[in-house]
């Protein structure tokens, strides 16, 4: 479930040779009303994104 205040990761998806290639996007944060402020740092080439929770100390930039 989501919870205000959460910090989440936003991917785009290609497929390669080997499979899947994750390329990280941006970050989204979750709204107390449950809808998400999305963050790109890149746009993906086909649109599509995949947002999923964020790892602790995986964002650039972070401090703590």
């Known amino acids: 479930m989501l919870t205000a ?3 989440l990761a936003v991917f785009s998806i290609r497929e390669g040779k080997g499979g899947s290639i ?3 996007a941006g970050s989204a944060f979750v709204n ?3 809808s ?3 963050l790109l740092d890149v746009l993906p080439l086909d649109g ?3 947002v999923r929770e964020a ?3 995986r ?3 972070e401090s703590g």
């Open 55 to 57: 790892a602790e100390g």
């Open 32 to 34: 107390k009303d449950g």
């Open 59 to 61: 964002f650039a930039g």
């Open 5 to 7: 205040g959460k910090r």
């Open 36 to 38: 998400l402020n999305v």
């Open 48 to 50: 599509k994104l995949h």
């Open 22 to 24: 994750w390329v990280r």
